[in-house]
């Protein structure tokens, strides 16, 4: 599974871009910069796309994708929770053909298996556990602390999260349903008493004036535990593996 990075920020600038990823070239995960990242062929080439909430840094390039493909003959399904699907009711392209999922339920995206699970956040969100046969991952949305009943649904090789405030800003992180270095590490805690390991851990969604605290807290983190992070940047792109990844390129 190739994991291809787009947006890697919750706001955009000149050098920042909202939260989008790309797998091997086809199924999206989150629309914050597709239309903004992409060539169009790029663009033409994505089949599916997985929402995880309906907060504008996650939906952003939904519609100018559409746009984008509309006279190709291309329709792109799109798969979200009700809520997420409801927030695009008035706000429809022809050829984005959109699909309710139910958490705790699996369902088939293009080749992959997919399920949602519900994560804490301050609106309705899921996360997403998406194999390929090979290696599992499990893309966090937005989420805030409190992910111990996800961990029972699912155990991914590779885990794709939010870290958005550096620990100073734990009280934002906590009223606004976001991770800090401090706050992943309990998670991944948590996590490991349920699996017994910890997955390999890729970092997205950083608030870009928190940045330097995020990537400074994480690098402590790794020398006094070992557990060792992927900072996502724009145009990253990483070969998942079971046991270990690879960045390709970026
Ligand atoms: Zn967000
Ligand atoms: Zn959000």
């Given amino acids: ?31 914050g910069s597709l239309t903004r990242s992409l060539t169009h062929d790029e663009l033409r080439g994505i089949r599916a796309i997985i929402l995880s909430h309906r907060h504008f840094d996650h939906v952003k390039d939904l519609l100018p994708l559409g746009i984008a493909v509309r006279n190709e003959g291309v329709t792109i399904d799109v798969y979200a ?36 699970v519900p994560v804490p956040h301050s609106v309705p969100a899921a996360g997403f556990q998406i194999g390929d046969g090979n290696v599992r991952l499990f893309y966090t949305g937005d989420t805030g602390r409190g992910l111990g009943a996800a961990w029972e649904h699912v155990a991914p090789d590779v885990l794709l999260t939010e870290v958005t405030f550096g620990n100073e800003n734990e009280a934002g992180a906590r009223a606004a349903g976001h991770l800090t270095p401090k706050l992943l590490m309990g998670e991944l805690d948590a996590f490991s008493e349920i699996h017994g390991r910890t997955p390999q851990v890729v ?4 608030n870009p004036a928190w940045e330097d605290a995020v990537r400074t807290e994480l690098a402590d983190i790794t020398a006094a535990t070992g557990q060792a992070f992927t900072i996502a940047e724009a145009d990253m792109s990483l070969e998942l593996g079971r046991e270990s990844s690879r960045v390709l390129e970026g």
């Avoid at 706001?11 to 797998?23: D, F, G, P, Q």
């Avoid at 009711?89 to 995206?109: D, G, I, T, W």
């Avoid at 970092?203 to 950083?206: E, M, Y």
């Fill in 203 to 206: 970092v997205s969604h950083i």
């Fill in 1 to 31: 599974m190739k994991l291809r990075v787009l947006g890697a920020h919750n706001v955009e600038s000149r050098h920042t871009r909202m939260e989008s990823h790309l797998i091997d070239g086809v199924l999206a995960l989150d629309a």
């Fill in 81 to 116: 929770i009700q809520d997420t699907v409801d927030a695009f009711a008035k706000r429809r392209s022809p050829n984005l053909r959109m699909h309710a999922v139910k958490f705790y339920e699996q369902f088939k995206v293009l080749g992959y298996d997919a399920m949602a």
